[in-house]
Structure formats: C-alpha cells, structure tokens
C-alpha cells in the first residue's frame, strides 16, 4: 500500500465546472450559514444613523461571512482542489451525546456523576481512546468541576444524585 491517493477519476454529482469541489461546497455552506444568521437577525432593530441597534453586529458579521463564502466558493469555481473527502461522524456524535446527556443528567444525577458520565461518553469519539488514560482524566476533571463550581464560583449545583442525598 502506498501513502499517495490513487489516481483514479473520482465520481462527483458536482457540475463539471467546479473545479475544486471542496472549496466549493464549503463556500456555499458559509453562504447558507450567513443567509441563516441574516434570516434570523431580520427582526432586531438595525442602524439608525449613529446609533447601533441589537441586529447590527450580527448583520455586519453575517454580511462578512456572506462575502467570504462567496469568494471560497468562487475559488472553487476557478482554481483546481482537492476533492470532497469523507468526513467522519463518530467524533462530533459522541461529543455531541455528551453534552445532551449531562445536560438531562445534572439535576437528578449531579456533577459528580454526570461530569464523569460525559467525559466518559466523549471520549467514545475516538478510535484511539484508552480507557484507563481516560478514567483517569476523567475522574481529575470531574475533581475540578466539584471544586471550582459550588466552591471557587458559588454556584448552586447538585453534586451527587438525588436519591443519594435523600
């Protein structure tokens, strides 16, 4: 097996006049991301002369982004790229089950418990993971979020679960 990609024409549902699919499509995600943020700031109040309005900053920023997604995708019109590669699901999965999970599991379950359980959960993401390491992290990071929330910012928080206290 050799490290170079093969050579071989890659099938794509791309025009033929894109010639660098991946500058392309990301442009056009950047577009779609400022059409949205434009979209939902459309109710805010706006400029007004000198005075700024809640809507202006996102307005501005998005017309940014609006610009820049046109001209990646632009690039991807013009000039030669790589192609889409394949993206990989598992990582922004798990870390996104985490965050879910220790959301819904902070007030019955705590920190303690649900901090270590989403660490845990997260660290599914990656092939790579090794367990013992990650225990181990993960048990020092839980450590700190019990320390530094109710005690360092006086945070009212459940740090173990319900029926325990009870």
């Known amino acids: 097996m050799s490290d ?18 991946q500058d392309f ?5 950047m577009v779609a991301v400022a059409l949205f943020a434009l979209w939902a700031s459309s109710d805010l109040q706006g400029m007004h002369g000198f005075s700024f309005g ?6 501005m920023f998005a017309v940014l982004l609006l ?11 013009l000039k030669d790229g790589p192609h889409i590669a394949a993206y990989s699901w ?6 996104s089950a985490a965050i879910v999970f220790f959301a819904l599991a902070i007030r019955p379950l705590g920190l303690v ?3 270590f359980a989403a660490f845990l ?17 993960g ?25 325990l206290i009870q």
């Open 54 to 59: 809640a809507g202006t900053a996102p307005r």
């Open 4 to 21: 170079t990609p093969s050579e071989a024409p890659v099938k794509s549902i791309l025009p033929k006049w894109v010639r660098g699919p």
């Open 121 to 137: 959960i997260a660290a599914m993401g990656s092939h790579e993971t090794r367990w013992i390491e990650a225990i181990i992290v």
């Open 113 to 115: 418990v649900s901090a």
């Open 90 to 95: 598992r990582g922004p999965l798990f870390v």
């Open 139 to 163: 048990a020092c990071l839980t450590l700190g979020c019990a320390l530094l929330f109710p005690y360092v910012l006086g945070l009212p928080m459940p740090m173990f679960p319900r029926f």
């Open 25 to 29: 499509v990301g442009g056009l995600a």
């Open 67 to 77: 610009l820049l997604g046109g001209a990646v995708a632009l690039m991807g019109v």
